[in-house]
């Protein structure tokens, strides 16, 4: 087993890019679990199928089969021999992987890639369910917030960064919605690991948090 930070929390609380920024910094790998689910749920639009349907859900376990590869640093999925990485950010997709998530064989699969991935190498690991499912025994446990309306305009300004034209209180009402089904449903919900440390981003910049990361690194490497 490789050394392993866990981050878990809500979505648009920077998880993803701050691990990504940590992980280069620390000369660690940076897996993304999210994209894991949203490659099911890509699987799943590209097929018609929908995430209540339990006899697809099997059909689809067996049928599915993930890689994870890495080209110039970056994450790359392979759905069925397809790198579908580009194909897997958008809200279709986000909408659908919290659909998948709830299903039990789906995250079985999904949480046994990625115990995998960490025993191979130093990791950072992002998700809903990684300080208190996948690596229960991280060497550092994160839950990373920020409030709803911050996150709501995070993803607001990138959305309209890229010309994307929305509508701010939609997407603080589909943060709110994506909150509570991933804090609520009855397989490994979101929530904070007893002994994750606690950050608000709300207030603090990339960059803040990055250090924050590091600084709690070096202590706990240094005892
Ligand atoms: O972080 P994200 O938006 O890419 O995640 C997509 C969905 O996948 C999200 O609704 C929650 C789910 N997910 C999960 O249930 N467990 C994880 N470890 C990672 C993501």
Redesign the pocket.
């Known amino acids: 087993m490789g050394y392993s930070i866990a981050i ?1 929390g809500p ?1 648009g609380a920077g ?2 890019t701050i691990a990504r920024l940590t992980a280069e910094e620390l000369g660690m790998i940076y897996i ?7 490659a099911v ?1 890509y699987y799943f639009v590209k097929n018609g199928l929908c995430a209540e349907d339990e006899e697809a859900a099997r059909k689809a376990c067996k049928n599915i089969n993930i890689d994870v590869t890495y080209e110039n640093g970056a994450q790359q999925i392979i759905l069925n021999g397809e790198n579908i990485t580009s194909g ?2 958008n809200e279709e997709i ?1 909408k659908m ?2 659909g ?2 709830k299903i039990g064989c789906i ?1 079985e699969k ?1 949480v046994d890639i ?1 115990r995998k991935l960490a025993k191979k190498a130093d990791v950072i690991m ?5 300080g208190t499912r ?1 690596l229960p025994d991280a060497d550092i446990k994160i839950y990373l917030t920020a409030g709803v309306a911050v996150r709501a305009k995070r993803r607001y300004d990138e959305l309209t960064a890229k010309n994307i034209s929305c509508d701010i209180k939609e997407i603080e009402k589909d943060i709110e919605k ?1 909150d509570y ?2 804090m609520h ?1 009855a397989i ?1 919900p ?1 929530k904070r690991a007893d002994d994750a440390l606690l950050i608000d981003t709300s207030d603090m910049s990339i960059c803040q948090v990055v250090d924050k990361l590091k600084t709690i690194y070096g202590e706990r490497k240094n005892g």
């Open positions: 878990d979505a998880k993803s993304d679990t999210g994209a894991m689910y949203r749920a897997l950010r986000g992987a919290s998948v998530a995250r999904l990625q992002d998700g809903r369910d990684i996948v994506r089904e991933d449903r490994s979101l």
